[in-house]
């Protein structure tokens, strides 16, 4: 059994999946920002599984240079591994006309391009290594355009179109991906995203229940065991996963309703 590296390691989704590998006997590696989080998440896998071999390497996802770098490390350390899940990602709602191009510029980085930055690096290791699976965090804004999430949702657009076109390229190498779209999940980045989610667009993404982020990291490794590309937890998601194209008027009717009566 080779190792599973994990992006967003210190919190939500990412952390909750290092826990899983863990405890199915992975040698663990996990990658996140600030290196104090990071080492107390790491504490706390090995807290649930004990004698489990854990390693954090403290890196921006956004910066190419220095995440390719810590991934070679990583690998010269453990090998090349059999899983990847790239969870790193930041929610920043709020209208266009308020936000600033940094705050679109930040989440097209760290929510595409750190996951493309990752995968790339993995790539040729893990093709060499006999292949693997991989894991990419989409979301349901990745489905149709939601009011509130101009920067937001096109880095999910973006990360969507890479998921389809990997699928059939990574096949090739012997990496199977799974895609997953998880509902509003209970984790310290959905408390950040509230802080600046515009109350229109509260209302609207309301409705699709609290997931916690140990459910939804369950859902994407069973998805990735089962070699499915598509993981969309809930009754909500996979409407929208199957329905998306036949219902996505009556959405924007929706939303248009919503948007006319909070700023009546």
Do not use: C
């Amino acid at each position: 059994m080779r190792a599973a590296f994990v992006t967003g390691g210190s919190s939500g989704i990412g952390l909750a999946a290092a826990k899983l590998l863990a405890k199915r006997g992975h040698v663990v590696v996990m990658f996140a920002r600030d290196a104090g989080k990071l080492t107390q998440a790491a504490n706390g896998v090995r807290a649930e599984t004990p004698g489990a071999e854990v390693h954090v390497f403290s890196v921006d996802v956004s910066d190419k240079s220095a995440l390719a770098a810590v991934v070679e490390a990583a690998i010269a350390k453990v090998g090349a591994p059999e899983i990847a899940i790239a969870s790193a990602g930041i929610a920043e709602p709020g209208l266009f006309r308020e936000q600033s191009l940094e705050a679109h510029e930040t989440q097209m980085a760290v929510n595409y391009f750190g996951t493309l930055y990752f995968l790339h690096a993995l790539r040729g290791p893990m093709a060499a290594a006999g292949g693997g699976k991989v894991g990419v965090i989409a979301s349901g804004a990745a489905f149709f355009g939601i009011y509130g999430y101009g920067a937001y949702a096109p880095s999910k657009f973006a990360l969507r179109g890479l998921a389809e076109v990997l699928r059939l390229e990574l096949e090739e190498d012997g990496i199977g991906l799974t895609l997953s779209y998880p509902p509003d999940t209970d984790t310290p980045q959905l408390v950040a995203e509230k802080r600046t989610k515009p109350m229109a667009t509260q209302k609207i993404t309301e409705g699709g229940g609290l997931w916690s982020a140990e459910a939804v990291a369950a859902s994407l490794l069973d998805g990735m065991d089962a070699g499915r590309f598509v993981d969309a937890p809930g009754a909500q998601m996979k409407a929208l996963n199957r329905l998306t194209s036949l219902i996505a008027p009556l959405l924007r009717w929706h939303q248009a309703r919503i948007i006319r009566k909070v700023n009546r």
